[in-house]
């Protein structure tokens, strides 16, 4: 039996459930026109999983496994079609896709970005010579799209070199999958914890995409002071199921159900657009609530900073540090 070859970082039974049988409505940032397609072809890149050990050889044994994971999800996703409600506190269900979840915030080409960093500005480079100016040139014409201040410069020069010297060379895709899905063992704590309500809205208007797991927080004053949010402080974590539901994580414990207006809904499909990596996707007869959302050129990006940090250091000298966000989009 020959190994799968295109990965998918997005399940395809997952996907599927927002279309009409094999066929889905996906939209694309850049402006490019919505097309008709099977779910086989969307969040999916050739060889997105594969590693490849001390002696050369390749595997897709990452990939073979997140399928087995995938399909207790989906598993878990329909004993919710059947009860209507949300998994219960201390359930089986709660738990499959405490780690279905965990795994889909590892698993996409954004969780990528970090580990992935150098070897893409190396790429970028083409044998040139990396410095800070280069780092600029990749920031303005690759990474950003317009031109960085220097705070973010020396943050992007600084965190480069950290991860060259420490390293000896840029990670490998076999490196930066192992840096991405390690942790997923310290997400599943802050899912299970959660309150788990399950949102119900009258038309099926839900849609998801390349990035399904949203999280979301109130926008604040300090937003303007380029802090990012994480799991342990999100107000809200959303994952939609079908065009019909999603679930919500809120702090608090136990489960709920909740029906839900058009305009909740279509504000957390704003929402999912913002944050999406590339595409949107909806059912291919029910295009108005893919239309109706902005979907920018760009979407979120990792962004860099350095500068002074709060205490003095055991000297008594002024600390700084590196300090590594993605924006919402």
């Not at 059912?283 to 860099?304: A, C, I």
């Amino acid at each position: 039996m020959s190994s799968p070859k295109r990965h998918h970082f997005v399940p395809r039974a997952y996907l599927a459930r927002f279309g009409n049988g094999d066929q889905v409505r996906v939209r694309r940032r850049g402006g490019t026109a919505p097309y008709v397609t099977n779910p086989v072809n969307v969040a999916v890149q050739t060889g997105f999983y594969t590693t490849t050990d001390a002696d050369g050889a390749s595997s897709t044994a990452i990939e073979e496994a997140l399928a087995d994971i995938d399909d207790a999800g989906i598993e878990a996703i329909r004993e919710i079609d059947r009860t209507g409600e949300a998994p219960a506190a201390g359930s089986s269900e709660r738990e499959m896709l405490c780690w279905y979840l965990a795994i889909q915030m590892a698993r996409t080409p954004r969780a990528r970005a970090t580990p992935m960093f150098a070897a893409s500005i190396t790429r970028f480079a083409k044998g040139r010579t990396l410095d800070r100016a280069l780092v600029e040139e990749y920031l303005r014409r690759e990474h950003l799209g317009f031109v960085p201040a220097p705070s973010e410069v020396e943050g992007a020069w600084t965190f480069l070199r950290g991860v060259l010297n420490m390293n000896g060379g840029p990670m490998t895709q076999t490196d930066a999958i192992r840096a991405t899905l390690g942790p997923i063992d310290q997400y599943v704590p802050y899912l299970r914890a959660r309150h788990w309500r399950l949102e119900v809205c009258r038309k099926p208007c839900f849609l998801t995409s390349d990035a399904p797991l949203v999280l979301w927080k109130r926008p604040s004053p300090r937003d303007a002071h380029l802090v990012g949010f994480g799991l342990a402080d999100a107000d809200e974590v959303r994952f939609p199921l079908d065009p019909f539901q999603q679930l919500v994580l809120v702090p608090g414990a136990g489960a709920s159900v909740r029906d839900v207006k058009l305009a909740r809904a279509a504000q957390c499909n704003t929402d999912l657009a913002s944050a999406c990596d590339q595409v949107i996707v909806g059912h291919p007869q029910r295009p108005v609530w893919q239309d109706r959302v902005e979907l920018r050129q760009r979407g979120p990006v990792l962004r860099f900073n350095y500068g002074p940090v709060a205490g003095d250091d055991s000297r008594g000298e002024k600390r700084t540090a590196v300090h590594l966000w993605t924006t919402r989009g």
